[in-house]
């Protein structure tokens, strides 16, 4: 990416082993995310350009002489973030503050060079030519972050859950939820085909008005108390500014989206309410064993939210169709 609206293939240096504890892996598919439209957006122009991409399942090429899970020939999910899998943090389950670890910005490509392989990494009993492929990409982003967001803000049975957005993190934060045994979920977005995707997925009502109207009319489904959750999955200021609203006294926020601002509401109305806010990156390694089981044995599908598939060198149509909202989200075959 070269700055707002440039996007470019490129052939570049090929990824290499550096330390013994990567891994090279040949990438089988990846994607375009929501997270990368906001450069696509606001970026700098740069003569140097930046790489692009964090969502990548493959196979295992070559390993370093440290690595020891994952061997040449496996086919592997990566989360967005590496880690060791071995530190304080790891061992809390907290994978994306790995001590060692850190986030990839290379997938949109052949070959990722994966840092710190046997944490990071997660083998799949697929073949390349497997119909889950498109479900088992959504764990190495999309569904772990609406799962995230669904875990951290508490989702259980006894839970009502508003969903604000409705990309393909928020659709599966649908899913996620009404996985966790949630029997309510409102599901705020404007787009008709993807909101009739989250009630596929699990949704009870849909809201289509946004800020004040919005809230009202969440209000008004919900006794007008609002909901004991809130699971924000765009990033804008007024999203959250929208989850303040919709959220009832004592519940809880969940931010998946990641904010694109610094400063927001955090004084009287949290305090006097008694709201938590909670949220952060998903990428943590025992969420992609929990649902990995559901996606090989098709009790989710969480792959239905890719609606385009592009080669490498339709990379820059993909973003501005995203971009463009005529696609939902799309899947990169290399
Ligand atoms: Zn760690």
Redesign the pocket.
């Known amino acids: 990416m070269y700055g707002p609206g440039d996007v470019r293939v490129e052939t570049v240096p090929d990824a290499t082993l550096q330390q013994p504890t990567d891994a090279l892996v040949r990438v089988v598919r990846t994607c375009v995310c929501g997270s990368d439209l906001h450069p696509y957006h606001s970026r700098p122009a740069s003569a140097e350009g930046s790489p692009m991409g964090h969502e990548f399942i493959g196979v295992v090429e070559e390993t370093g002489a440290e690595v020891g899970n994952v061997r040449p020939g496996d086919f592997v999910i990566a989360p967005f973030a590496f880690?060791?899998?071995?530190?304080e943090?790891?061992g809390e389950g907290l994978?994306t503050s790995?001590?060692?670890?850190g986030f990839f910005s290379t997938a949109q490509a052949e070959a990722v060079r994966v840092p710190q392989a046997d944490?990071t990494l997660v083998t799949a009993p697929v073949g390349e030519d497997s119909a889950l492929l498109p479900s088992l990409l959504t764990l190495s982003d999309v569904l772990i972050t609406g799962h995230h967001a669904a875990v951290t803000a508490g989702v259980g049975p006894r839970t009502s859950v508003t969903v604000i957005g409705d990309g393909a993190v928020g659709l599966l934060a649908v899913l996620a939820a009404k996985r966790l045994g949630a029997e309510r979920i409102l599901l705020m977005g404007r787009h008709k085909t993807r909101t009739d995707l989250g009630l596929e997925f699990g949704a009870t009502d849909v809201v289509a008005e946004r800020g004040d109207e919005g809230i009202a009319t969440v209000r008004d489904l919900t006794g007008g108390h609002g909901t004991h959750t809130v699971l924000e999955c765009v990033g804008h200021l007024p999203a959250y500014e929208q989850a303040l609203g919709v959220v009832r006294a004592g519940g809880v926020i969940s931010r998946v989206g990641v904010p694109q601002y610094d400063e927001a509401p955090a004084g009287r109305d949290l305090f006097g309410r008694n709201i938590t806010l909670t949220g952060g990156p998903g990428a943590q390694r025992p969420y992609i064993e929990e649902l990995l089981p559901d996606v090989l044995e098709g009790r989710i599908e969480p792959g239905k939210v890719f609606d385009r598939t592009v080669g490498l060198d339709g990379v820059p149509e993909g973003y501005r169709a995203m971009d463009a909202r005529e696609a939902l989200k799309v899947l990169v075959q290399p």
Do not use: A, I, P, R
């Open positions: 880690f060791d899998n071995t530190c943090f790891c994978t790995c001590l060692h670890g944490g």
